[in-house]
């Protein structure tokens, strides 16, 4: 393992964003083994570029133009995140194979004015029954009022709400009204910010830890979308599997994980906020 994988040294040429695998070849053909030693001249896409600043500088970049985009959303502002499950077997009328139903959500409201609390609705389905229709009720009601709907990477949750048109028609109007108000967390960081922790990476679970102080997800019983999603299948679909103490221990860690990944685009907000 050690030959054939050998430990990387911190901010290498291999972790520079959005260069195609021959550029980062012809960069380490060249002689540059970190981003240390590229030089201010190197030709790099506007991403890498601010990530060799903000690493050579150890520093956070910050481009202009961040307040504006920032100053354009509408409050009340929700943060909003799916769980979902996958099965390989459609499980309920109109699913395909490997469809990526939501059975989960969480919901943060943030606070009208300063120094109040943000509103937290959560949602996680019980038993083996269709999840769509009520978990649907359950969403709109949780954003009914919010203005703008931020999300993380937001293709994912848009699907979902597409997929929730049509297994529940009769929210239709509604669903079609939060898709409206939906805008992504990530590109605006990806376009404007670079934090030398974010190791050329813009998931959530990199980008939260770096920007926001004492968020976490190693410590988290269930810290990983795709555990979460094996956790949520068993817990459904397999629950005579599960001791009825093990089931409820799962869901708490379940809606524990959900719920962080809305405080976490929370806390990038807020963050987000400050820089600019």
């Not at 430990?7 to 550029?23: F, K, V």
């Not at 009328?93 to 409201?109: I, K, L, N, T």
């Not at 898709?179 to 679970?205: C, M, N, Q, T």
């Not at 397999?238 to 524990?256: D, Y």
Request: aromatic residues 6%; negative net charge; glycine residues 6%.
């Amino acid at each position: 393992m050690s030959r054939c994988w050998p430990a990387a040294p911190e901010h290498a040429i291999a972790t520079l964003c959005h260069l195609s695998a021959a550029r980062r070849e012809a960069l380490s053909e060249a002689g540059y083994e970190t981003i240390f030693d590229l030089p201010d001249d190197v030709e790099l896409n506007p991403t890498a570029e601010r990530q060799r600043r903000a690493v050579q500088n150890n520093e956070i970049v910050v481009e202009e133009g961040l307040r504006a985009v920032l100053d354009a959303l509408e409050a009340p502002i929700a943060h909003l995140d799916f769980e979902t499950i996958n099965p390989a077997i459609p499980v309920w009328e109109g699913c395909r194979p490997y469809d990526a139903v939501p059975v989960q959500f969480s919901v943060h409201v943030e606070p009208r004015r300063s120094g109040g609390l943000p509103q937290h609705s959560e949602w996680l389905a019980e038993g083996g029954g269709d999840p769509r229709a009520p978990l649907a009720h359950a969403l709109v009601e949780a954003l009914r009022g919010a203005r703008t709907v931020i999300v993380y990477h937001a293709p994912f949750e848009i699907g979902r709400l597409r997929e929730l048109q049509e297994a529940v028609p009769e929210l239709a109007e509604d669903l079609e009204d939060i898709i409206a108000r939906v805008v992504d967390l990530l590109p605006i960081v990806r376009a404007y910010v670079y934090h030398p922790d974010f190791e050329g990476r813009f998931s959530l679970k990199k980008v939260a830890p770096a920007l926001v102080a004492g968020l976490r997800y190693d410590e988290m019983e269930i810290g990983e979308g795709g555990e979460a999603s094996r956790a949520l299948e068993a817990l459904l679909l397999r629950p005579e599997t599960m001791k009825k103490a093990e089931r409820g221990r799962v869901r708490k860690a379940l809606l524990a994980y959900c719920k962080q990944d809305t405080l976490a685009t929370m806390g990038v907000l807020r963050e987000l906020r400050e820089l600019a």
